[in-house]
Structure formats: structure tokens, C-alpha cells
């Protein structure tokens, strides 16, 4: 399905009434640190901030009636699909621009916890591999496209240890592993991405996957070795993403907007059971209590 | 046979997985650049890390693609797909980073450390590695970049092996009046720096190798000549900030570049490219001015 032309895009919006227009928000609470990348589900909004509950390493799914919240956008249409036709966005803060804000769906994450954070041997991760079925969690077929990235829930109070390996099944079910070793940055701040930053092996926001991977179906395995251990009581979270568009935000209170009906690829897909999810690249020190306003429209056919 | 054959074959990357996203936040140094000069800003801080030219002196050496902008190795050929960029001024009144014009170069080879001072004196460079893509060096161009600041004022010429395996030696090229560590050493006449490419003879297409490096009036400094292929253009054309005093309207803008759509077809990334961007700063210095963006690449199938 979807729209065989723009007659069909039109008529679906304007008579058949698949159309549905919203309005998000989220406070950035805590200042964040120049040419970091930061989740911002850990910030209260329209969906309350996430505490990212779970066993860790276990890996916890999550789709549109995530109990932690997520933006509601309309329910299953299927056979029909659903597509973004616009979004558009601003940040008004004393510092931090320009930046840029992705719409990424957050398949499921993985809580690390305690000990899991602090370690440096390798660290097994619980998850069933996603599949082809009709479940929420396969809604990207063999993890089709889908992207991983750490963030910070609770800042770790030292350390900066190296990601020394990243194991994860492509979308064949073969097993895999991280080509670099990724550096994780000191004490990062909640909701920062740690493998960002102004450093050397810092690749942000998404972690790389070995030539020709197109997505990741199981997340099997980090090692954080190398470097400083974190210590302290710090809580990371491990993201399992499809990024589905981006909008640059040039500077404070300047509302931009992305059209995606005529772009190429166009009309971003929102799968049943999306839960859609926020990260923003901050150019600067992003102030304390920012407020990120981020709309959009999407229609199905 | 490969590439894309149409529309469909292109937009299939994305929901194919292949795809990736590549991130860069570049920050010169406090040092002023000076106006009508273009700046390597691989030489600047952020990321990627810093590249500093950094080998023995006079002979050829490639630079590490993990050190640029940082587009995964994949098994098939990789293209250019979007590119996204923003220039952060330097302070909430700094307008200098204006009218950028843009290059995003893809670095092949360098020859680090070449004495601007040694007047008469040919510098013959050790061409023991040689291209790894663009084998042919058609498109391949020179440009000088200064690895410490430099007294300007001074001319060279240079022997090069033409893309038609001729050897050819540049008519004098002019120094501006002085550079900054990272700005690029070549001008149409003395104190002119308006040109980021060295000029090659008539009819020449491109360069496979340089063969040496002759100073006739020195200039002070050291500098890397760097052969290079262009891959896009762009522009800031306005610099993002916000004053904090009135007027306190916010300047800003994005520059977007799709290709197919907004471009003809697309740019291949070669296997190992490193990428980085030169910039030209037309109203005054690019000191301190993050240039920010990012590159999306597909592969193919």
C-alpha cells in the first residue's frame, strides 16, 4: 500500500481523513555538553521521561504502548502504511546551536546497570533475535536498517573506558562485531550519547557495523576495556534505532521544517507499533531547561 | 555494470539498510584566518580528530579514512546522498564565517613538510606510495596547505606527472601575504589568495604524482602539498548564532544538498576516501567558527 500518486495522497488527507497532525515537546533539563549527541528520553515532554526500567542486559522491546511512553501516532493502519508528509522543530536556548534533531523508532533497549557499567570484561546481552514475523518487535524485518547507540540514564562519576568490542547478529543471523574500537567519553551527562564528543574514536551517534551490514536483528555483546573504567553508580542504556529523518536547527527559535513528500527517498515510513523517539547533536553547550518543540504531520493510504 | 539504474533502485538503500549517516563538528583554531583565503578545516579540531599532516618530510603518504569524515567501509561502492552543513559563529556577535564557500575534498596523498624558505633549492619528493584511487589522476588536483604559519609574500613552482604521464612544471604560483597554520598556500598573485587548486598547464586533466617542489621567493613556514578530488560544493551562507543584547533576532541557515533531486545523479566514494572540507571565508576570519553537518551515503546492492 501507501500512495500511488499524488492524487491518492491528496484524496486520502483531504476525504478520507488519513491524516494526523501533532505536536511534541521535551524540556532538556540538564545542560549538555558541546558536540555531544544526547537521548532526549530522558527528559520530560509530551511522553514523560523514560527511566529505562529492566533487568541488565536483558533487552526490553518497546512500540507505541511503551509504558514509559511514546508518542501516539494514531495506531495500526495496516494493510495500509503510514508516512511523514512534514515535521518541523525549534529550540530556544541561550547556547548549544546550531544542532540537529532525528526522529529515530526505538525498537527496544537494554538497561546496564551496576556492575555491567563499571566492568571491563565482556558483558552478554539477553535479547531474542528479532525476526520476520508479525510481532511489534520485527516490525524491521531481520532488524532491517536498525542502528545501536549507547546513552547515559545515570552519569557515571569517572572513567572513560574504550568499547573494545561491540558483538551483534546482522540481518542474515550471522554474528558480528564492531570494525573499531569506539571511545566512550568521561562522566557523560544524562542523556548523552557517550561515544560522542569532540575525540578520537568517538563514532556517534551510531555504533559502526561491519562492511556491507544493513541492520542488526540481536545484540549479543559489549566490552568496555582499555582506557579508565567507569565507576561509580552510573547506568548506561543500550538503543536498538531505525533513524527515520533529521531537521537542522540553525540557531535559537528558529522553527525549521523538512518537507519529505517531495524528497528522494520521500515520505518517511512510520511501521505499526513505532515508538518514536528524539536525539539531538548539540554544536554548543546546550543551556539547562532548553524546551524542544517539534511538530508534525503524517497520513496513511 | 554497477550504480543505480532508477529512482526506485536508490530509494530501496534506505529501506534496504544501506545507509549510514556521517557526523562532523570542526572548530578552527583561535588563530585568525584571514579573509579571501581558504581554510583545510581537517586541520582543525573536533570531529574528526585534528589531521596534522603529520610524516616523515617530503615523502608521499596517505591518510587513515578512520581520521576524516568518518563513512564505513562497505563491500560494494558507496555514493554520496545527502549533505547537511552549518556554520556556528564564534560568538554571539561574530559574523565573519558568513559566505562560506564550501569544498568537500576526498584527500589521496600528501607530501607533509616542505620548506617555504629554501629559495632555489628543488625539493624532490619520494614517491614510493603513490594514488590508491583515482589511479588515472584525472580530476586530481594540488593544493598547498601551511603546517605552521607562514611570513607569505613568497612563489614556487612545481613538477608533476600529468593524468597523460607527461611531466609538466607549473607556471610561479603566489603565496597570499601570510597564512595561518591550515590555510591554503596558493594565489594568482602576491597577496591574493583566491585560489584553493594549484593552476596546471594547459590542457593537463589532472596529476598522478608530484615529482618536486621548487621555492623562488621564499615565504616563510612549512606546507603539505595535498592532492585532492573535489566531490561537492556548498555554502553557508548565513553564520547560526543569537545575540544577547538587542536586536536579539536569531541568523542562521542550513544548506541542503540531496542529490538526484536537487543535484544529477550522485558522487562516488571511493574505497579508503578521506573526507574532509576547505572553506573560504569572505568576510574575515574562520577562527573558532564550528563548521557542523552531515553526510548520508548509500551503498549498493
Not at chain 1, 14 to 24: L, V
Not at chain 1, 161 to 182: E, H, I, L
Not at chain 2, 115 to 139: K, M, P, S, W
Request: hydrophobic share 45%; with cysteine; charged share 15%.
Amino acid at each position: 500500500m501507501g500512495f500511488p500518486s499524488q492524487d491518492a495522497l491528496i484524496n486520502d488527507v483531504t476525504e478520507n481523513g488519513q491524516f494526523q497532525y501533532d505536536i511534541r515537546f521535551k524540556t532538556i533539563s540538564t545542560a549538555q555538553v558541546a558536540a555531544f549527541w544526547t537521548n532526549l528520553g530522558v527528559f520530560a515532554g509530551s511522553e514523560p521521561a523514560s527511566a529505562y526500567a529492566g533487568t541488565s542486559l536483558t533487552f526490553v522491546p518497546t512500540d507505541d504502548t511503551w509504558a514509559d511512553g511514546a508518542f501516539q501516532h494514531g495506531g495500526d493502519v495496516s494493510a495500509m502504511t503510514k508516512h511523514f508528509l512534514y515535521a518541523g522543530a525549534n529550540i530556544v536556548a541561550a547556547a548549544g546551536a546550531p544542532w540537529f534533531l532525528m526522529a529515530v523508532d526505538q525498537v527496544g533497549y537494554v538497561p546496564i546497570t551496576g556492575a555491567d557499567v563499571t566492568g571491563t570484561t565482556g558483558r552478554t546481552i539477553t535479547m531474542t533475535p528479532i525476526a520476520a514475523t508479525a510481532a511489534k518487535v520485527d516490525r524491521y524485518p531481520n532488524g532491517v536498517g536498525l542502528r545501536a547507540f549507547f546513552s547515559t540514564e545515570v552519569a557515571p562519576t569517572l572513567g572513560g573506558p574504550n568499547m573494545t568490542a561491540f558483538g551483534y547478529k546482522n540481518v542474515a543471523g550471522a554474528s558480528k562485531t564492531c570494525p573499531v574500537t569506539v571511545g566512550m567519553a568521561a562522566t557523560p551527562v544524562i542523556g548523552a550519547v557517550p561515544h560522542s564528543g569532540a575525540a578520537a574514536t568517538r563514532y556517534a551517534p551510531f555504533i559502526p557495523l561491519a562492511a556491507g551490514d544493513t541492520g542488526i536483528s540481536d545484540l549479543e555483546s559489549f566490552t568496555f576495556s582499555g582506557g579508565t573504567a567507569y565507576g561509580g553508580t552510573g547506568q548506561l542504556v543500550l538503543h536498538l534505532v531505525k533513524p527515520l529523518f533529521g531537521i537542522p536547527l540553525p540557531a535559537s527559535g528558529i522553527h525549521q521544517v523538512a518537507e519529505f513528500v517531495n524528497a528522494l527517498p520521500n515520505l518517511a515510513r512510520i511501521r505499526d507499533g513505532a515508538c518514536l523517539q528524539w536525539m539531538l547533536m548539540n554544536t554548543g553547550a546546550t543551556t539547562a531547561n532548553a524546551p524542544l518543540l517539534a511538530e508534525s504531520a503524517h497520513a496513511w493510504g | 555494470m554497477g550504480g543505480f539504474r532508477t529512482v526506485k533502485a536508490w530509494a530501496d538503500s534506505e529501506e534496504d539498510g544501506r545507509f549510514w549517516l556521517s557526523f562532523f563538528r570542526k572548530v578552527p583554531a583561535s588563530t585568525a584566518t584571514i579573509a579571501g583565503q581558504w581554510f583545510d578545516y581537517s586541520t582543525a579540531s573536533g570531529v574528526p580528530v585534528p589531521n596534522y599532516y603529520a610524516s616523515s618530510p617530503l615523502v608521499a603518504a596517505r591518510l587513515d579514512p578512520l581520521n576524516g569524515i568518518f563513512v564505513p567501509a562497505q563491500d560494494t561502492p558507496r555514493w554520496l546522498k545527502k549533505l547537511v552543513v552549518m556554520s556556528a559563529a564564534a560568538s554571539v556577535t561574530g559574523t565573519t564565517n558568513q559566505n562560506q564557500a564550501l569544498m568537500l575534498l576526498d584527500y589521496l596523498l600528501y607530501y607533509p613538510f616542505i620548506d617555504l624558505d629554501a629559495a632555489g633549492e628543488e625539493q624532490v619528493f619520494d614517491n614510493t606510495l603513490g594514488l590508491d584511487r583515482y589511479t588515472d589522476g584525472v580530476g586530481v588536483q594540488m593544493m598547498m596547505v601551511a603546517q605552521a604559519p607562514t611570513v607569505g609574500g613568497g612563489s614556487y613552482t612545481v613538477k608533476y606527472i600529468g593524468s597523460d604521464d607527461v611531466e609538466y612544471t607549473t607556471g610561479i604560483v603566489y603565496c597570499p601575504a601570510a597564512q595561518p597554520s591550515g590555510a591554503l598556500c596558493s594565489a594568482v598573485a602576491n597577496a591574493a589568495g583566491i585560489s584553493p587548486f594549484l593552476p596546471l598547464n594547459a590542457g593537463v586533466r589532472g596529476v598522478k604524482r608530484v615529482v618536486s617542489f621548487t621555492v623562488n621567493v621564499a615565504n616563510g613556514g612549512l606546507a603539505a602539498l595535498v592532492l585532492v578530488k573535489s566531490i561537492e560544493m556548498s555554502y553557508a551562507r548565513e553564520e547560526c548564532r543569537r545575540p544577547t543584547s538587542s536586536p536579539t533576532e536569531s541568523y542562521g541557515d542550513a544548506a541542503e544538498i540531496e542529490r538526484i533531486r536537487s543535484r544529477a545523479g550522485s558522487r562516488k566514494l571511493e574505497d579508503n576516501a578521506f573526507l574532509g572540507w576547505i572553506g573560504r571565508g569572505v568576510a574575515g576570519s574562520l577562527a573558532s567558527a564550528p563548521l557542523v553537518g552531515y553526510i548520508e551515503s548509500f551503498w549498493e546492492q
